[in-house]
Each structure stands twice: as structure tokens, then as C-alpha cells.
């Protein structure tokens, strides 16, 4: 009965040992994670698209998949639906992984400039922004950066009435 008890325990604490180690060494998801965006006022829950990004398996780059590069946001913003939301409304952000994320940042898109780095940067608060009090469609980009080897820009549409 004792040795049947200790090879229960061996059993339990290697298989504990197991599963720090492959908490360990894999930091991050297999897939890019999502993008939520939510607004409780207006009713409405939607996943992000993407619009560049690169998810590599290892942290040294190997073994994973660059996605959606080369697109210029205006054109890719052309390409998607507008969702309907409220003037001045809270609208969250959820995303689906956010361990040691480097930076997390809203862009609101210049329609009138193709280069992908000249958009307004926006306040956020707890993953959380405004949609602007003026009616009208806005894009919008959400960059996430976790490191050089895992990045995903995300893209969406709102129509404010």
C-alpha cells in the first residue's frame, strides 16, 4: 500500500514538473490572438480583421507566419463594413491575449494620407476609447506588439450616429 501511495505521488509531482516547464517554454498562444471590440450602450460585439502582423512559434522567429503584409490600411478600411455605433460612446477593446504585451496602442486613420504611419493616435483607458461626438465613419487601427517576433495590427470600421 505504501509503495502504490508513492508512485501515486512520483506520478502526480512529474506530471506537475511537465506542466510548468511547457508553461514555461511556450510563452505565447500558437495562433495570433483576437481582437473583441464591444460596445455595452449600442449592443453590438464584433472581432477586429487584421491587417498585418507576424506570430512566429519560438521566440528566435522560427516556425511561424507573417499575414496580411503590404496592404495599405485605407485600402483594406475600404474593404470592410462600417458597424453602427452611438456619437460619443464608450467602445471596448478586448483582447483575447494580453501577456507581457509591449505596447497597445489606437490609431484613428487619415483618409487623405496612404502612408500607413501618419494616422491620429487616440486616448485609451483600460482598453477602452470614445468614438468622436461629431456623426460620420471612422477607421480605426489597434497596434499590439508583444516583441520583434510577435505583432498583429488590427483594423475595424465604425459609423457614428
Known amino acids: 500500500m505504501k509503495k ?4 501515486i505521488l512520483l506520478l502526480v509531482g512529474l506530471f506537475s514538473i511537465i506542466l510548468i516547464a511547457s508553461l514555461t517554454i511556450y510563452k505565447f498562444p500558437y495562433n495570433p490572438p483576437k481582437l473583441e ?3 455595452p450602450k449600442d449592443n453590438i460585439n464584433f472581432v477586429a480583421s487584421t ?7 519560438s521566440s528566435n522567429g522560427n516556425g511561424g507566419n507573417s ?3 503590404g496592404t495599405y490600411d485605407i485600402v483594406r478600411l475600404s474593404e470592410i463594413e462600417a458597424i453602427q455605433v452611438s456619437s460619443n460612446t464608450n467602445i471596448k477593446l478586448n483582447l483575447s491575449f494580453t501577456k507581457d504585451i509591449e505596447k497597445f496602442k489606437v490609431y484613428s486613420i487619415n483618409k487623405n494620407i496612404k502612408s500607413n504611419d501618419k494616422h491620429t493616435e487616440v486616448e485609451v483607458s483600460n482598453y477602452t476609447f470614445t468614438t468622436p461626438k461629431k ?6 487601427i ?4 508583444w516583441d520583434d517576433s510577435h505583432n498583429v495590427r488590427f483594423i475595424f ?4 450616429r
Open 4 to 7: 502504490y501511495l508513492i508512485s
Open 37 to 39: 471590440v464591444s460596445s
Open 51 to 57: 491587417n498585418g502582423g507576424n506570430w512566429f512559434n
Open 67 to 69: 499575414f496580411d503584409l
Open 135 to 140: 456623426p460620420g465613419t471612422y477607421g480605426y
Open 142 to 145: 489597434v497596434e499590439t506588439v
Open 157 to 160: 470600421k465604425l459609423r457614428c
